[in-house]
């Protein structure tokens, strides 16, 4: 891995691509947003910055301290994807969606955010639960100010676990509002501990958060991929079960793979962008 400071940003470049609209468009995030220049603002842990990418390279406004401190294990800079990728194109169909999502990363999101932002996710689509993700952050996020303009932070748990799901109303959330209250609930009271999960085998961290209510099979198997970076969990939702439909090959050898979240994410993305399965 090649990191070279400029002025007023970090360029990353190795054997592994990277791709800004691959990685926040595969469904794993719901806050980073492209701006008219084709580069995607967003706000992680509290800290704002801007991201593109450059033939394959990752850049990202700030300094090579902001980014040994926080971007480079966020954007997973030191796991060795185009292995990863490699590894997966075992046939036609494969081959090709490596090479379409070779870009892709699985961030490490915070586990907070990861949680309720796949807690609105349930019966909704992208758009929407950005849309959603968008206003909780304006209504209840601390401000930030990035480039001229007023950003937020995702809210914390203390900040969401004395509400009602009236005070969430303007959310549009609809069932999902009781849902977030409920794990800012548990968090506060230490009846959820990330601590815990991170300290846990993958099965039990799964049966351990699928205690909280409003959390099935799905949206904890997102959290574990997306929130505690558990790449062997493999997310079954409607585009992988076309992906399974479209698939000729044997997908029990990816699900079993210690890297079947990047797999998930190879097929979903694929699957999902050629609207495969109809």
Known sequence: ???????????????????????????????????ADGSWR??????????????????????????DALWRGYFDCDTDYASICQSFAVDEFTAAAAEFGAGIRILNQEPWEALCTFLISQCNNIPRIAAIVQR???????????????LHAFPTPDALADLSPDDLAPLRAGYRAPYLIAAAQAIESGALSFDT?????????????????????????????????????????????????????????????PFAGVYQQYFFYYVREHQLGK
């Open 42 to 67: 967003g706000v992680v842990r509290g800290r704002a910055a801007r991201v593109w990418d450059d033939g394959g390279a990752l850049c990202i406004t700030g300094t090579r301290a902001q980014f």
């Open 136 to 150: 909780l952050c304006t209504g209840w996020g601390q401000p930030i100010s990035f480039e001229g303009q007023t």
């Open 197 to 257: 999960l991170r300290g846990l085998p993958t099965e039990d961290a799964r049966r351990y958060i699928m205690q909280l209510r409003g959390v099935g099979r799905k949206v904890a198997d997102c959290f574990l991929l997306f929130g505690l970076h558990r790449l062997d969990a493999f997310p079954v939702d409607t585009w992988m079960k076309k992906a399974a439909a479209s698939y000729s090959g044997d997908m029990k050898q990816f699900i079993d793979s």
């Open 1 to 35: 891995m090649q990191i070279t400071e400029h002025e007023t940003y970090i360029e990353i470049r190795s054997d592994s691509r990277f791709s800004a609209r691959q990685t926040f468009t595969c469904g794993q995030c719901f806050r980073w947003q492209e701006q």
